[in-house]
C-alpha cells in the first residue's frame, strides 16, 4: 500500500497520523540525525488504512511495541514548506490525526527507524516546557490541561 502522499501542482497533500505517549508527565516524541527539532511517533496513512490502523503501524514501527489506543486527542491541518530531500522547498499541506495512546508501566520503547530520506531516527522523552523545539507547538499548552475533546488547530507557515 502506498502512503498518501500525493503531489498536487508543485506542492504535496500528506494525510498522516501522530501518537501521544507520555509516561511520567513526559512525552515520546523522535528527532533524526538531519534536524535539530522533534517531532510526534507517527507518519503517513497508506491507501485503504483508517487513521487507527496507521497509528497502531507507525507506534509499532518506531517504538517496537504495540500500544492500544485511548482516544482521538486533535485534528491538524498545517500548511509549511518542505525541508527534507524528497519535499525540499515544496509548499506541504498536511491533515493529521493525533491519538492519545495507552501507555503501560512497563513501556520500554526502542526505535530502529530511518526517515524516508534514510536519516536514522533516534526516541527521547521530553518535558513539554523544554526548550528544545518540537512540532506540533500546540502541544506544548495543550498536553499541560487535558481534556476529553477533540480539538482541530491549523497552523499556516506561508
Known amino acids: 500500500m502506498k502512503d498518501l502522499c500525493i503531489n ?11 501518537a501521544i505517549i ?18 510526534s511517533v507517527g507518519g503517513r496513512i497508506k491507501f485503504g488504512e483508517t487513521a487507527e ?17 485511548d482516544r482521538l486527542g486533535f485534528i491538524h491541518e ?4 518542505g525541508d527534507i530531500s524528497t519535499n525540499m522547498g515544496k509548499k506541504i499541506y498536511e491533515i493529521s ?4 495512546m495507552k ?3 512497563n513501556f520500554e520503547p526502542v526505535c530502529k527507524s530511518f526517515t524516508e530520506d534514510d536519516a536514522k531516527e533516534y526516541l527521547e522523552w521530553v518535558e513539554l ?3 528544545k523545539i518540537y ?7 495543550e498536553l499541560k490541561n487535558i481534556t476529553n475533546d477533540v480539538k482541530h488547530f491549523v497552523t499556516k507557515d506561508y
Open 103 to 105: 501507555v503501560p508501566e
Open 53 to 69: 490502523q496507521a497509528v497502531k503501524r507507525e507506534v509499532l514501527e518506531e517504538t517496537g511495541t504495540d500500544l492500544e489506543i
Open 8 to 18: 498536487i501542482d508543485d506542492g504535496i497533500l500528506n494525510i498522516r497520523v501522530g
Open 135 to 141: 512540532y506540533p507547538e500546540f502541544l506544548k499548552t
Open 78 to 81: 498545517n500548511f509549511f514548506v
Open 97 to 100: 490525526f493525533y491519538f492519545y
Open 22 to 39: 507520555m509516561k511520567d508527565g513526559r512525552l515520546l516524541l523522535v528527532s533524526n540525525e538531519e534536524h535539530d527539532y522533534y517531532y
Open 129 to 131: 516546557d523544554t526548550e
